[in-house]
C-alpha cells in the first residue's frame, strides 16, 4: 500500500503556519512562566540535598604501652591483638563439629549444620536483631498452633456458594 500525499500549495502553507503559531506560543510560555519553573525545579533539588554533617578532627594516636623489659616474648599474633566484633553469639562445639562430619551430597556436613542453626530461635543466634524483619519475630516464643473449631462439612458449606457460579447471587450468600 502506498501512502497517498494530498499535499497541494494551500494545505502546506495551513501546516507551516500551525508550526509557526505552536511555536511562537511555546516561546511566549517559556518567557511567562520559565522564571517560576526554574525556581520551583531549584527547590525541589535544594529538599533533596542530603544533610552534610560537619567533619571531625582526626585523632591524635594513642601512645603504645610501656613494654616490659624483662623476659623477650614471641611476637603477639594478629588474631590475639584484635578481638573480632561479631554480630552473633559463638557457635555450640557440638553444632560446629558438624561441619566436619560427611558431605552435603549425603545430607551431612554443611548441610545437617545449617538445618541445626535454623532450628534455633534468632535470639540464641544473634546479639541483637540485624535488619527490621527481625523485630517482628524477635521474642515471640514458641509457635502456637490454632485448633479449627468448625468441622470440615461446615467450612466446604460456607465456602462454596449455594446457587452456582454464574447465577444470580442470593442475597444470603453476600457479606456486609
Not at 509557526?20 to 510560555?29: D, F, G, T, V, Y
Not at 520551583?40 to 571531625?56: N, R, S
Amino acid at each position: 500500500m502506498s501512502r497517498q500525499l494530498n499535499m497541494d500549495t494551500v494545505r502546506q502553507n495551513f501546516w507551516k503556519e500551525e508550526y509557526l503559531r505552536e511555536k511562537m506560543l511555546r516561546c511566549e510560555w517559556h518567557h511567562k512562566y520559565g522564571s517560576m519553573v526554574k525556581a520551583k525545579q531549584k527547590a525541589k533539588t535544594a529538599a533533596h540535598e542530603p544533610l552534610k554533617l560537619p567533619a571531625l578532627p582526626p585523632k591524635p594516636p594513642l601512645s603504645p604501652p610501656p613494654a616490659p623489659k624483662a623476659v623477650p616474648s614471641k611476637a603477639p599474633s594478629p588474631a590475639l591483638e584484635a578481638p573480632i566484633q561479631s554480630e552473633m553469639y559463638p557457635v555450640l562445639p557440638a553444632t560446629r563439629a558438624l561441619l566436619y562430619e560427611g558431605i552435603s551430597h549425603d545430607f551431612q556436613g554443611r548441610y545437617r549444620y545449617l538445618n541445626t542453626r535454623k532450628l534455633d530461635m534468632p535470639e540464641r543466634r544473634y546479639l541483637f536483631p540485624i535488619t527490621t524483619n527481625f523485630t517482628y519475630g524477635w521474642q515471640l516464643g514458641p509457635p502456637v498452633k490454632q485448633e479449627l473449631v468448625s468441622c470440615k462439612m461446615c467450612r466446604i458449606e460456607s465456602f462454596f456458594r449455594k446457587n452456582g457460579a454464574f447465577a444470580l447471587l442470593d442475597p444470603q450468600d453476600l457479606a456486609l
